[in-house]
């Protein structure tokens, strides 16, 4: 290890690291050091240690509604996302054509356009085509936003998925349904797993789209939009996202533990470790 | 018939559009025989190995194993098992069962399952391995665990594609004498795919050399080697010098020519003889000359000066300057008598022996 260079005695990189760490995740961490925190309003110093705000969100009835419709547009959502996904990564893995560049440009596009541009877009199209908005429409839009992370997961698992794999299995004497079930599956299912964690959970915290697209029914953002007016409320919004946080950091860590053993296995029969 | 042929082409032809990857094959290859098709990439060896697999069809022309046609039947119903290139080890199951893949559909009892896993597993000397994963295993091994997986099933025919590219030269050099045993101990015919002479020279029972889709000779390795039907074949398979002759006489077997250098030679007639008169070429691998000391003398020799020599450790290649040829000759001497202290510039006398002297189509 090269030692960090100093200037005026003082190691700048760091200090840097330092306060970058801290302005990212320091209001973050606030948090949930308030929702713990017995006294209605967020402030210094703390008056004492408290659960009741936790309490408080099981019997809000709005609450558990708007819980239950994140869930449902989550499940929906990822599970959209990551069948359009595989046929996408597949295609994109296993052949060449025309018009691929282009086409995986297309597929990611919506991950650098102005999420609210993309919301308005789509209310204007789906006012237009007669669609009621509801949580269907909000599951719309969230496949659109997905699927680039669903296919950015799928290729990583896919990419050399070695096709000889399969005809290994035909070789030694395997059904085309036989190779499917006992190689093809277990080879990607990793990524696919990670693919449905990383897209429940994007589809989970997002607001601008489900904010615009939903008729009545509130996603947890929504709902917790909603609350802000209300200045009574703030302590059970700082308890439900921190919940929103830690399920969101859990979901991530399990996709990404997938992911990497998806990667891994498909590095390994390259014939290039050897 | 005990002479039936385990595999015959018969006028096998694959076309990708309007290239064609294999041109009018044809080939027979004898049971518990070790065959290489030996070309550079591109020559369609690895085309013709994928088709008696069943990963490929002819666009024309049969292909029989033990007798029984292939047309239509695919891989997985073929007698055949395949080493791949990569190996293909199946990286979600551990090596005992990557190798029992295969028998789980065939439904044997346990024990037999059991007994036929632990043969296979101690045929390739990984008995104990069974319950490492393909991540933790090294390249030797993961071909080992691939060479089971295949044998294993007991095939009639053992298809090996370039099985030991990826190893490092040690180990390749190791693996060829394991193959090599392995195949005599188990009596299954191997047919194996490499562009690398030394291996198809080391392992082989018969060798078809191939180019551009064409089988250009098929004998075994010595004959290949000594006595190749063209140039093409010659310069593949190592170190050859051209020597431009001209025809003077035939008869039914043998052919005699004027040489620059070498004089008047009677060769056998090469295999693809056009039968025409005129110009022939003549070759000699560059170990059949060799190098005379101080008073030994020999029957047959020429002398020349060193213009270029080149250190290779056990030997060293002499490029020697032959009065009257318009070439200079290649001269593979082995050090042990001080052939890497001959300097360039130094007049040396090389001896040969005529019969090593080879004639061949251009």
Not at chain 1, 75 to 84: G, I, Q, R, W
Not at chain 1, 131 to 153: D, N, R
Not at chain 2, 56 to 81: E, F, H, W, Y
Not at chain 2, 115 to 135: C, H, M, P
């Amino acid at each position: 290890m090269t030692r960090a260079p100093r200037f005026l005695g003082i190691n700048w990189l760091a200090l840097y690291v330092t306060l970058y760490v801290v302005f990212l995740y320091l209001p973050v961490l606030l948090l949930p050091l308030f929702s713990f925190n017995d006294s209605a309003v967020p402030n210094f110093p703390l008056s004492g240690f408290t659960w009741k705000w936790y309490e408080g969100l099981l019997t809000t009835p709005a609450m558990l509604d708007a819980a239950r419709n994140s869930a449902m547009v989550g499940v929906a959502a990822a599970v959209t996302s990551t069948l359009l996904g595989i046929c996408a990564a597949r295609a994109m893995t296993r052949y060449r054509f025309r018009g691929q560049k282009p086409m995986s440009a297309l597929i990611m596009a919506p991950l650098v356009l102005p999420e609210i541009i993309i919301a308005v877009a789509l209310l204007l199209v789906m006012l237009r085509l007669g669609l009621q908005l509801s949580l269907l429409t909000v599951v719309l839009g969230h496949v659109l936003i997905c699927v680039p992370y669903s296919v950015t997961v799928l290729i990583a698992g896919f990419e050399g998925f070695d096709r000889s794999l399969e005809e290994a299995s035909t070789d030694l004497g395997e059904t085309a349904f036989g190779t499917f079930r006992r190689v093809t599956l277990p080879m990607v299912a990793p990524a696919i797993v990670s693919s449905l964690l990383v897209s429940f959970t994007i589809s989970l915290d997002e607001f601008i789209l489900a904010f615009f697209l939903t008729g009545t029914d509130a996603t947890l953002p929504v709902y917790i939009w909603g609350q802000l007016r209300f200045a009574a409320r703030l302590p059970g919004v700082l308890a439900l996202g921190t919940i929103m946080l830690v399920l969101s950091f859990v979901l991530l860590t399990i996709a990404e533990i997938y992911r990497r053993r998806a990667a891994r296995r498909a590095n390994v029969d390259g014939g290039l470790l050897a | 018939m005990p002479d039936r042929p385990m595999i015959e082409i018969a006028s096998v032809t694959r076309t990708y559009g309007k290239f064609n990857a294999l041109d009018d094959a044809s080939l027979s290859i004898r049971p518990g025989e070790f065959f290489s098709l030996l070309g550079p990439s591109g020559c369609g060896k690895t085309t013709l190995l994928r088709m008696i697999g069943g990963f490929d069809t002819p666009t024309s022309g049969t292909i029989t194993i033990d007798g029984q046609p292939m047309l239509g039947i695919p891989a997985n119903r073929r007698p055949t098992n395949m080493v791949f290139q990569s190996y293909a080890i199946f990286p979600h199951l551990d090596v005992e069962q990557n190798v029992a893949y295969g028998l789980k559909r065939l439904r044997l009892d346990p024990a037999e399952e059991r007994r036929r896993i632990d043969e296979a597993l101690a045929q390739v000397s990984l008995a104990g391995f069974g319950k490492r994963r393909a991540t933790e295993l090294s390249g030797g091994q993961r071909q080992r665990v691939a060479l089971a997986r295949a044998l294993v099933m007991r095939p009639k025919v053992l298809l090996l594609d370039e099985p030991l590219s990826a190893l490092d030269k040690k180990l390749r050099e190791q693996m060829q004498v394991e193959l090599r045993t392995l195949q005599k101990a188990v009596g299954i015919t191997f047919v194996l795919v490499t562009h690398d002479q030394y291996e198809a020279l080391a392992m082989s029972d018969r060798i078809a050399v191939m180019f551009g889709g064409r089988i250009a000779q098929v004998a075994a390795p010595k004959d290949i080697y000594q006595r190749p039907v063209n140039r093409q074949v010659a310069d593949f398979l190592g170190g050859m010098n051209f020597i431009q002759a001209a025809l003077v006489g035939e008869n039914g077997t043998a052919i005699e020519v004027e040489t620059m250098g070498f004089g008047r030679v009677t060769t056998p007639k090469p295999a693809q003889w056009s039968g025409k008169g005129g110009a022939v070429t003549i070759g000699i691998r560059p170990e059949r000359l060799r190098v005379l000391w101080d008073q030994e003398t020999a029957r047959h020799e020429l002398s020349g000066t060193v213009v270029d020599r080149h250190y290779f450790g056990e030997i060293t290649h002499l490029v020697v300057a032959i009065p009257g040829m318009d070439a200079p000759l290649s001269v593979t001497e082995t050090n042990d008598f001080g052939a890497d202290d001959i300097p360039v510039g130094a007049q040396i006398r090389i001896a040969y022996e005529p019969d090593a002297l080879v004639a061949m189509a251009d």
